[in-house]
């Protein structure tokens, strides 16, 4: 499969507990994005890497939240002292340049 | 914040019949796109127009872009129940930012056989 892959698919979790979230960009993209969907919504961007440097945070993004991509390969989301607001799908993203972006099959957290 | 802005929020047609979704958003764009999303799942590209571009065609989807009223549709020919899904319009801004991708609420698509 040559696609965005995402994992877990699916997460529970109690509130205050931390998560992390990976992404599997297209393996020749060097652009890699997330972005955040709650229920009835479109998806909100969150930040962007291009190749290791993450280039921007959204304000969505509090102090609790962190993104990495080491190597400017795969990344990950982490979220601390998850809330109950964090609930929400959380999608991965990658293009080549400024290409389409193709998405993964998102991770849905819960936060209970 | 969220750019685009589908209309209608939900339609519901007979298999066969065509499907037309419309978008407007607020600043200058380089491109919009539109996207695809069954329930539940990740979104799928479908086709992107670019600023300078006034038609595209891909299969039974057309799109359409006024830049002057900076709106587009999304027009699905023949619908089937497999197209009933949520429609996203996603636009990318020109200028700084450039790289990220701003959507609308989206269209709720039900297809009824």
């Known amino acids: 499969d040559t696609g965005v892959s995402q994992n877990p698919r699916h997460k529970i979790t109690k509130r205050g507990q931390n998560v992390t979230f990976r992404c599997d960009p297209i393996s020749e993209h060097n652009r890699l994005y997330w972005y955040r969907q709650t229920l009835g919504q479109g998806p909100e961007f969150l930040t962007y890497f291009q190749n290791e440097a993450q280039l921007e945070k959204s304000r969505l993004l509090s102090d609790r939240f962190s993104a990495e991509r080491p190597k400017g390969s795969f990344s990950t989301l982490e979220i601390q002292r998850t809330e109950q607001g964090d609930s929400a799908m959380y999608l991965c993203?990658?293009?080549?340049?400024?290409?389409?972006?193709?998405f993964g099959p998102g991770t849905r957290l819960t936060v209970t | 914040s969220q750019q685009g802005e589908e209309d209608p929020q939900a339609l519901s047609i007979q298999e066969g019949e065509n499907a037309t979704m419309n978008c407007s958003y607020k600043t200058s764009i380089n491109n919009l796109q539109w996207y695809r999303q069954n329930s539940g799942r990740g979104l799928v590209h479908l086709i992107l127009?670019?600023?300078?571009?006034r038609e595209k065609h891909s299969g039974r989807l057309r799109v359409t872009l006024d830049t002057s009223k900076k709106s587009s549709s999304l027009l699905i020919t023949a619908s089937r129940a497999a197209d009933t899904a949520s429609y996203f319009c996603a636009v990318k801004r020109s200028g700084g930012s450039n790289y990220k991708l701003t959507f609308g609420k989206g269209t709720l698509l039900t297809v009824n056989p």
């Open positions: 993203a990658s293009s080549l340049e400024v290409y389409e972006q193709y």
């Open positions: 127009i670019r600023s300078n571009e």
